[in-house]
């Protein structure tokens, strides 16, 4: 659950805007204190989050709260407030500030994606799935692959299983060929007997490892395992095997290997 929450703040992070860099144009902006325009409210939250992606909290929050300053009902600023006391471990606050954003913005997709987010990893999962459906309903959310993946997994954590992977072929459909989601599936499909659909979504994970464009997680080696065992491919086994002891010997999948080699 850790793995997911750092994961997926990371995300909320880079794409609360369709860029968080601190460009020229923000910085202008907030050097000539040009309070009461729209682009100085997002100039200020956008370098709160550059700042809290480079871990200052305490500069991105002194940032943020110079757009509130400037209008105190500006909800992207409340939504990064979230953000912030998230990573900060206050949990009471960030949601407090989740809420808030959402009031006042109840139709943006994003508020809704980043609070199921954070219901998530409080293991609050009914109240997650309902936060991330709403961030699923809109069609032109820049992030709707994430929120469809962040379904499934909520979903697949209270058992709802085919609901679980329809949100996570959604996740692909909307978002491309993300990790993440072809590794779920492909547990999901072997959990259920079907070996074509798990090879299937597997392999294209696989040529994505190939193609140097993402690495093995704990879980992609288990299931990778899983599935090279169910095929009696013993040397393909062995090889996830090993890479799983070296790159996660503390992690669970990990520890459920050595149970099942017993």
Known sequence: MNGFRVAVLSVLVLNLYACTNLQTDDQKYVNKNTVSSEAALEAYTRLGLQYLRGGDTSSAKSSVQRALEIRDDYAPAYNALGLIFQVEDEKGLAEQYYRKAISLDEKSAMFHNNYGAFLFSQQRYEEACKQLAIATEDPFYNSRGQAFENLGRCLNRIGKTA?????????????????????????????????????????????????????????SLWVGILIARMNNDVSTAATYALLLKNLYPASEEYKSYKESAQ
């Not at 072809?182 to 074509?196: K, T």
């Not at 798990?198 to 190939?210: H, I, P, R, T």
């Open 163 to 219: 609901e679980a992977i329809s949100a996570f072929e959604r996740s692909l459909k909307t978002g491309g060929r993300r990790p993440q989601a072809l590794v779920e599936l492909a547990q999901l499909y072997l959990d259920a007997n079907q070996i074509a659909n798990a090879e299937g979504y597997y392999k294209e994970f696989s040529g994505l490892v190939d193609d140097k464009r993402v690495s093995h997680s704990a879980k």
